[in-house]
């Protein structure tokens, strides 16, 4: 089909998904697929390879699995489906995400201890030695790899490493971060990884997956708190009837996410879109550094995926003021989201380049000059 035919989005979309994608992605939704069918189970299959085939060097003893609803549905599926019933969760929380775990676990009525070091501060990795140790009992540990809400970017190895020590198995929400961080799941000894097909792999909102060693997912049987969300019982499923889901699957974000994997590969793995990422995120943090703003966190803690940005202290600045003119401009940001902080954020993921973050610098600096809050 001709590509130029399709629109261009009327504004780019600098959040921490859903992001931009390309217009490939998006044209290959624009046919309609039966979910029993064979050309159709093939595609998921070939997903569920390709998602295995980026875990690293020990990919032979990982496995996948889809699950419908955005990355949260599948989160809580894999959260549900762990943890036997008698099992117990060290959720270790510095954001967001973090406390949405918590509430997850609660929710589930999942024995839960909480290691939470607030949005601003690194993980205290002594702490969690010492939780392992109080509480014995402890089966299952858990952290967010990327914190979404600052753009944190919190020690999965050393986490893990402490916890496989301890005997524990290891739960990671690479939501956003995989597919843009490069990482070797079998190196980092990460028993589950959950993450959604519209971050930064940049397919389009509508599923996420689950990739957990073969021992994980067997281990997963008869737990699930929850008939839809049942790991276990999908993973067995999509195994026995070759890509099969059991309920009614997005097929069309399905196709389009088929597209970005091979996109991703095209581009060159995770290893040259983290590049691609860290470019961005660093001439973003520079650029916006000369326009005189300043960072949430300390560089040291920063992900080339999401940075946060303090809002400028002028009585003329309103976050609203500011997102309206950006996005005439044809950039969308997103709103901070750390407590008793006034904050925005500006996400780089997604089929975002160079020349994007030079035209989003530019749209900064003439929106600040609009709301008089620097000279013109
Ligand atoms: C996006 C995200 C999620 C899932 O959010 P949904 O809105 O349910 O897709 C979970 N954890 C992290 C770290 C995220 O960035």
Same mark, same amino acid.
């Given at each position: ?62 496995? @996948? ?5 955005? +990355? ?25 995400? +973090? ?64 916890? /496989?020590?301890?005997? /524990? ?6 939501? !956003? @971060?995989?597919? +843009? ?32 060693? /073969? ?59 983290? /590049? ?66 006034? !904050? ?5 993921? +997604? ?26």
């Amino acid at each position: 089909m001709d590509l130029s035919q399709l629109p261009d989005n009327p504004y780019l979309l600098l959040t921490p998904g859903p992001l931009s994608t390309t217009k490939t992605v998006k044209a290959a939704m624009l046919k309609d697929w039966c979910t029993w069918d064979d050309s159709y189970n093939t595609i998921v299959q070939e997903v569920r390879r390709r998602l295995i085939s980026l875990t690293g060097k020990y990919s032979e003893r990982y496995t @996948s699995v889809l699950m419908q609803g955005s +990355g949260t549905f599948s989160v809580e599926a894999m959260i549900g489906s762990a943890l036997p019933k008698n099992g117990k969760l060290l959720c270790i929380a510095n954001g967001a995400y +973090g406390n949405r775990i918590i509430q997850t676990a609660n929710v589930l009525g999942i024995d839960t201890v909480i290691q939470d070091s607030t949005e601003l501060d690194e993980v205290d990795l002594s702490l969690v030695g010492r939780n392992l140790q109080d509480n014995p009992d402890i089966t299952h540990v858990i952290v967010v790899h990327c914190e979404t809400t600052t753009g944190m970017l919190n020690p999965i190895k050393e986490i893990a490493q402490i916890s /496989k020590e301890a005997g /524990k198995i290891v739960m990671v929400d690479a939501m !956003s @971060s995989f597919g +843009g961080i490069d990482m070797d799941l079998g190196e980092l000894q990460i028993d589950f990884l959950v993450s959604s097909a519209n971050k930064c792999i940049q397919g389009v909102p509508g599923f996420g997956f689950i990739i957990a060693t /073969k021992e994980a997912i067997a281990s997963c049987k008869g737990n699930a708190r929850s008939l839809s969300l049942d790991v276990y019982d999908q993973w067995e499923t999509m195994e026995k009837a070759n890509g099969k889901w059991r309920f009614t699957s997005p097929t069309h974000v399905v196709r389009a996410f088929y597209q970005a994997l091979m996109e991703l590969e095209e581009e060159g793995g995770p290893v040259a879109r983290e /590049k691609r990422y860290t470019n961005n995120q660093r001439q973003l943090v520079a650029g916006m550094k000369e326009l005189g703003f300043e960072t949430v966190l300390d560089e040291r803690n920063h992900s080339p995926i999401i940075t946060g940005f303090l809002s400028p202290t002028s009585e003329e600045y309103d976050f609203k003021s500011f997102y309206e003119s950006m996005k005439v401009k044809g950039y969308v940001i997103y709103p901070g989201k750390v407590t008793n902080l006034d !904050s925005f954020r500006i996400g780089n993921i +997604g089929d975002v380049h160079a020349a994007d973050i030079q035209g989003l610098l530019k749209a900064v600096e003439e929106s600040m000059s609009w709301m008089q809050l620097a000279e013109s």
